[in-house]
């Protein structure tokens, strides 16, 4: 078995190049299957999730290749089949993209239930309700679902609840249906703007995205071309809340700042230091922090996973922090690692009560998810000894280069195996 093992460091220093958006990048990737021309994706990061899609494209048909220059090219037009793998569709969440990005094509799509990270509450209702009012049946089985409809017709969608995935879907889906539709209470996420402008690149006609009002016209084909995804934004604040840990200055280059406005507010508001330019942030910090209050909220609230790497960085905020989480009120699985590490956390209905301060000693813990080994990789900064950390399969799904970017901070941090010594690599090149 794999684990991380991290050392408690001093202040860090030094400057990360942010990779593509983990949660663009799987959106981008299934859709490309509207397109009738090959595609050239920039900046997709080499992350399991990849890995995955990789072997669906295979099995449907859509050919895939990372070139040297770390592009990926696509070529959608030998797509044979609309069957997902329920085990492949199941290792990762966003695979009801191919629903969105298949459905206009072939009429009928069959795909597993979504993995992933498990908060109980994914509101995959929702895209049920997209693809039904678009005019497609949907029949649920024990581990799989099928969507079927003879011609997809342009619809007012009013969602019940505001749900990033199910506002992607929708606009897959409406891509090339016929006629207009209209969604509202549209999620405004940065990455919804993202996979609205590609398909607008391929020649789709969406006007609203980044508003909760979006307007899609429906048309008969899509062509190929070339985009590049936005930077990871999630990833940008992890390493901006790495300079508080123990103090120090870290540079994220690659980041768009307009995305982050929530997180460096709250940053700020601890005693985090922030210098801007276009495409870069810089945080110093001297190790003091000051408690606060988190509410998480869709975009551009605070972002949920935001919530976990933050909540670590409030363990050496002096006082009492509280982080409410209104996303996904179960997503505390990291709370109890973090009580392995000595963190004083309480955990009431939908709120963490911390008393920051409170020395922190390295033990075994484990991953639940991305964010969740995020939280885990920073409180390890913190903690007295070495900290070690098993569910290593969950931080691979979110970063392309963890331990090189850790490492090139100064951070004391391997990847080993039960039993032996240092473990290859993986995280470092995937």
């Given at each position: 078995m794999d684990y991380i093992q991290i050392q408690s460091s001093g202040p860090l220093n030094g400057a990360v190049t942010i990779q593509g958006s983990k949660n663009s990048s799987l959106a981008l990737l299934a859709a490309t299957c509207l397109a009738d021309a090959t595609v050239l994706l920039e900046g997709i990061p080499n992350i399991y999730d990849f890995r995955v899609i990789r072997q669906i494209g295979k099995d449907i048909g859509l050919n895939m290749e990372r070139l040297p220059s770390g592009h990926i090219l696509l070529d959608p037009r030998y797509i044979h089949s609309a069957v997902i793998d329920p085990g492949k569709a199941s290792a990762y969440r966003a695979s009801y993209y191919f629903i969105g990005a298949l459905l206009a094509k072939f009429g009928k799509v069959?795909?597993?239930?979504p993995g992933g990270d498990d908060f109980v509450s994914r509101p995959i209702d929702q895209h049920f309700k997209v693809f039904r009012a678009l005019g497609a049946e949907v029949t649920v089985f024990n581990d799989y679902y099928v969507v079927e409809a003879k011609q997809l017709l342009g619809a007012d969608i009013y969602f019940d609840m505001i749900t990033s995935g199910a506002t992607i879907n929708a606009m897959l889906a409406a891509a090339r249906a016929e006629g207009r539709t209209r969604l509202y209470n549209a999620a405004m996420d940065p990455e919804v703007v993202d996979t609205a402008n590609f398909l607008n690149q391929l020649g789709a006609k969406i006007v609203g995205a980044g508003?909760?009002?979006?307007?899609?016209?429906?048309?008969?084909?899509?062509?190929?071309?070339?985009?590049?995804?936005?930077?990871?934004?999630?990833?940008?604040?992890?390493?901006?809340?790495?300079?508080?840990?123990?103090?120090?200055?870290?540079?994220?280059?690659?980041?768009?700042?307009?995305?982050?406005?929530?997180?460096?507010?709250?940053?700020?508001e601890i005693g985090i230091e922030l210098e801007r330019s276009d495409q870069s942030l810089t945080a110093h910090s001297t190790g003091r922090l000051r408690a606060t209050r988190i509410r998480t909220g869709m975009y551009p609230g605070f972002a949920t996973d935001l919530q976990q790497p933050f909540t670590a960085l409030l363990l050496k905020a002096q006082g009492k922090s509280i982080v409410t989480e209104r996303v996904y009120p179960k997503r505390f699985n990291h709370i109890q690692q973090l009580k392995r590490l000595g963190a004083d956390i309480e955990v009431r209905k939908e709120s963490a009560f911390i008393r920051g301060g409170v020395p922190l000693q390295g033990n075994w813990v484990h991953a639940t998810d991305v964010r969740a080994g995020t939280s885990l990789l920073l409180a390890g900064l913190a903690a007295e000894g070495a900290t070690r950390i098993t569910g290593v399969e969950h931080i691979e799904r979110g970063y392309d280069d963890a331990i090189g970017m850790f490492r090139s901070l100064g951070v004391d941090i391997s990847l080993r195996k039960h039993g032996d010594e240092a473990a290859p690599e993986r995280l470092s090149r995937l």
């Open positions: 069959t795909v597993g239930f508003t909760d009002q979006i307007r899609i016209e429906g048309v008969p084909f899509l062509s190929g071309g070339s985009y590049s995804v936005i930077p990871d934004r999630l990833i940008a604040g992890a390493f901006l809340m790495a300079a508080g840990i123990n103090g120090g200055s870290i540079t994220v280059h690659n980041v768009i700042p307009e995305h982050m406005g929530s997180c460096m507010a709250k940053l700020r």
